[in-house]
């Protein structure tokens, strides 16, 4: 507060008379950090495609993508090696086997051309398992 003599006891107020030492009022907010959330990419898409055809069953062990082009068209070729434990697994990985050359992927910016499995090895027993190795072609939607 800041007194001055015109006449009247009444003090004149300023507005920094109520803020506390070391207080900035003129500091802009500051803003909420941004969660850090990573972009989904194409493979990204394909991995949990194939994963919800197997009804989450399966374990992805090995993802290998190389580009692909021809006159016509561009885009990749893709390579996944997915591992199912116990019975249950087992019969999903089955159910894979069976509907992958004829799923219809849905995968934005992309077409998927031919989806294929090149291996599988089933191994029976006390800790069934089954080892599925898929080959996808994917174009670029343009």
């Known amino acids: 507060m800041f007194d001055c003599d015109h006449g009247s006891d009444a003090p004149i107020e300023t507005k920094s008379a109520d803020t506390p ?3 900035r ?3 802009p907010e500051k803003p909420r950090p941004l969660r850090y959330r990573p972009r989904r990419n194409t493979s990204d898409r394909l991995r949990d495609a194939l994963l919800t055809l197997a009804n989450n069953q399966g ?5 290998e ?6 006159i016509t068209f561009t885009g990749s070729r893709h390579e ?3 591992e199912f ?6 019969e999903a990985g089955e159910t894979l ?3 992958l050359p004829e799923h219809e992927f849905s995968i934005p910016g992309q077409l998927v051309a031919d989806a294929s499995v090149r291996e599988v090895d089933h191994r029976f027993g006390a800790d069934e398992q089954l080892n599925v190795t898929c080959v996808l072609l994917l174009l670029e939607d343009v």
Do not use: M, Q
């Not at 374990?59 to 993802?63: D, G, K, L, Q, S």
């Not at 993508?65 to 021809?70: F, R, T, V, Y």
């Not at 434990?85 to 087992?90: K, L, P, R, S, T």
């Open 21 to 23: 030492i070391g207080a």
């Open 25 to 27: 009022t003129d500091a």
């Open 97 to 99: 086997i069976a509907e």
């Open 80 to 82: 996944i090696a997915l």
């Open 65 to 70: 993508e190389a580009p692909w082009s021809s």
């Open 59 to 63: 374990a992805i062990t090995n993802h």
């Open 85 to 90: 434990e116990g019975h249950d697994a087992v």
